[in-house]
């Protein structure tokens, strides 16, 4: 159980498009979803926080209007990368946890997303 | 200083060797997590952990909250337990992530 899926696995587009990824929880309700970014042979970086059906929380330094977050449902969020530009490829993954942080339950990732912009 | 620390960076191992890596944090943590990248960039739960001690099949992993430590152990390790493992600590409202120890086992 608690599977998560995360599509697409990979991304090539030019610069300037607007990128989509999405994170379904398949087999549970994720009241919270995390969306994480990593750039080779680092860590991976916090970007935002969402809870269905309210705003995300984006980390210092992330620009809300650039990443684009939606939970609309318990088992759907999405991250679009507007505008995106080379510098904008990354590894994006995403995870998701089945109640509220603070309830201790653990995090499922998602495969992530290989997003390159030519 | 990062607030969670691995030990080693890397990491080369014969095939049946005992393995261990190390995670050492220097914050408060609700619990602990032992995560595993393979090379496609999938990340699995290998285990969450708050106190004492936890086994899944080769794999053991223990937690001194005292000390603020944790080890992942892996008994006779094989070709297949080559991945990017990585500890991550859970601080009030998010997870604090190690940068990760690479492990290649080589038959």
């Known amino acids: 159980g608690a599977v998560v899926s995360q599509h697409p696995s990979w991304v090539i587009c030019k610069s300037g498009t607007s990128v989509k990824i999405e994170c379904r929880s398949l087999d549970f309700q994720a009241t919270t979803m995390f969306w994480y970014r990593q750039f080779p042979k680092q860590s991976l970086m916090l970007m935002a926080t969402s809870n269905e059906g309210s705003k995300a929380t984006y980390e210092q330094g992330v620009e809300k209007d650039k990443f684009l977050i939606n939970h609309a449902s318990l088992t759907l969020s999405t991250l679009t990368v507007t505008s995106a530009h080379p510098e904008d490829s990354s590894f994006y993954i995403c995870?998701?946890?089945?109640?509220?942080?603070?309830?201790?339950?653990?995090?499922?990732f998602g495969d992530g997303t290989r997003l390159s912009i030519l | 200083k990062n607030e969670v620390e691995q030990s080693p960076q890397n990491l080369t191992a014969q095939e049946g060797e005992f393995i261990t890596i190390n995670c050492s944090y220097s914050?408060?943590?609700?619990?602990l997590h032992w995560l595993q990248q393979h090379p496609g960039g999938g990340i699995v739960s290998l285990f969450m952990?708050?106190?004492g001690k936890k086994k899944h099949g080769r794999l053991i992993a223990t937690i001194n909250i005292q000390e603020k430590h944790s080890s992942l152990h892996i008994t006779a390790s094989h070709p297949r337990d080559s991945a990017v493992y990585i500890c991550?600590?859970?601080?009030?409202?998010?997870?604090?992530f190690g940068t990760g120890t690479r492990l290649q086992v080589f038959p």
């Open positions: 952990l708050s106190s």
């Open positions: 914050v408060g943590i609700s619990a």
């Open positions: 995870s998701a946890q089945k109640t509220g942080f603070l309830s201790n339950q653990p995090q499922h």
């Open positions: 991550a600590v859970r601080n009030t409202d998010k997870l604090i």
